[in-house]
């Protein structure tokens, strides 16, 4: 069981930023493939960023050229980069991590709590 906490929610300003992280358990991170999602209430939870264990990424069009995913391995967390902040960035923000199962069966997926971002003036 993999255990996945976010952090670093809060109230900003449209055109602000604002920087979450996650922090996931397990010893083999570096294979993890690590996601940030996002949902408002009432709407489906939709994918903001992905990167993978070679640091790859890929980005939702409503957030490229505004947010940037990364990962430090040697301190098994995932960061979001959260710049020019606008209303329709509120939402509470998923950190999602992909681990393999060493060829058995398919990956796992395991879910942080959610972190709330609220972007108002």
Partial sequence: QVQVVESGGGLV???GSLRLSCAA???IFSSYFM???RQ???NQREL???I???GNTNYANSVKGRFTISRDNAKNTVFLQMNSLKPEDTAVYYCNAVVPNGGYGGPS????QGTQVTVSS
């Fill in 13 to 15: 300003q449209p055109g």
């Fill in 25 to 27: 358990s397990g010893s």
């Fill in 35 to 37: 996601a940030w999602y």
């Fill in 40 to 42: 408002v209430p009432g």
């Fill in 48 to 50: 903001a960023a992905s």
């Fill in 52 to 54: 993978s264990r070679g």
């Fill in 109 to 112: 997926r395991y879910w942080g």
